[in-house]
């Protein structure tokens, strides 16, 4: 698949998600890029902002196996990875999957569900693969997580630990739509009765296994120069000699906002990263990666606007 190949196959699903999601072109735009970089994402949202039905749309425009986990905080891992049990008739253990098994699985409220559960994540998230007494199962290739959870409440959540916080490539924030939108929203859902698909909204499949494996592939075609290799180092370096910042970024992260910058290069159709791809996946690559010093805290900076004025501070090349 050639780059050009790469960016119609982005626009035709694009138009397809459209037709159900009104507005937040921003965040299926940053779902392409992580599908693409075999990336994982997190929504943080407050309710009814669309964060599962986005999901839903983007699976069905894929043509993926959609899978979701209500989390809760009686959740057990077994309740998501399965378990072997013992069939009586055959006298044999048989595997029950659980619905980790699928191709984009859907965390939703992530957050509300003790660390032993969500770590059980962890090794699909990593790894695509899952590990049931002793014996590996893999997952599907195109395998992708989509956690949602909701930064209003604060009783009866458990905050997703540094480590499991750090397998995600991008953290979006939901924002509510603007007043256009909202009247677009009502206008198109206001009259319609029960529970919604996307297929209901003439949502359907314009991508498929081989061209979404094609698309992923035809990012080596994408040439990320030595200068923007080492811009991206200086400003993953950059967030650990901050003053307002008590933990930086990890190696991961620069390794992860190359391949995001990559990724989002070939679906523009470009064969080479500039340093505006850097700059634009900087804030969701690296928000949920930096931990703010006590005294920052206490005077209330904002994550974003320190990003932001990192990228100021670090010279890009020309």
């Not at 962890?122 to 007494?133: G, K, Y």
């Amino acid at each position: 698949m050639s780059l050009g190949d790469v960016r119609s196959l982005a626009n035709s699903i694009r138009s397809e998600i459209a037709k159900a999601i009104v507005g937040q072109e921003a965040m299926v735009d940053q779902l392409l890029v992580a599908m693409i970089a075999q990336g994982h994402v997190l929504l943080e949202g407050p309710p009814g902002t669309a964060k599962t039905f986005l999901a839903q749309a983007f699976s069905t425009a894929l043509g993926l196996e959609f899978g979701r986990i209500q989390f809760t905080p009686d959740l057990l891992p077994g309740d998501i990875l399965g378990s072997n049990l013992f069939n009586f008739q055959t006298s044999q253990f048989t595997l029950t999957r659980g619905p980790i098994f699928c191709e984009l699985l859907l965390a939703d409220e992530i957050n509300r569900t003790p660390p032993k559960t969500q770590a059980a994540l962890l090794e699909a998230m990593q790894e695509r693969r899952v590990t049931l007494d002793g014996e590996t199962h893999q997952l599907p290739s195109r395998f992708m997580v989509v956690a949602t959870q909701n930064p209003i409440e604060n009783q009866g959540v458990y905050p997703l630990p540094e480590a499991q916080l750090d397998r995600f490539l991008f953290k979006l924030l939901v924002p509510y739509p603007d007043e256009a939108d909202e009247a677009r929203i009502v206008a198109n859902f206001g009259s319609r009765q029960g529970p919604q698909h996307p297929s209901d909204l003439g949502v359907s499949p314009v991508a498929s296994a081989e061209s979404l494996a094609a698309a992923t592939a035809a990012l080596s075609q994408v040439t990320l120069a030595e200068e923007v290799a080492g811009y991206v180092v200086r400003l993953v370096r950059a967030t650990r000699e901050h003053v307002d910042l008590s933990v930086g970024a990890s190696p991961r992260a620069a390794v992860m906002l190359a391949g995001a910058a990559k990724a989002r290069a070939a679906l523009e159709g470009r064969d080479y990263v500039i340093p505006d791809d850097v700059k634009a996946l900087a804030v969701p690559v690296l928000r949920h990666r930096l931990t703010l010093s006590p005294a920052a805290e206490i005077e209330g900076r904002d994550i974003e606007a320190l990003v932001a004025e990192l990228i100021e501070m670090t010279e890009a090349p020309r």
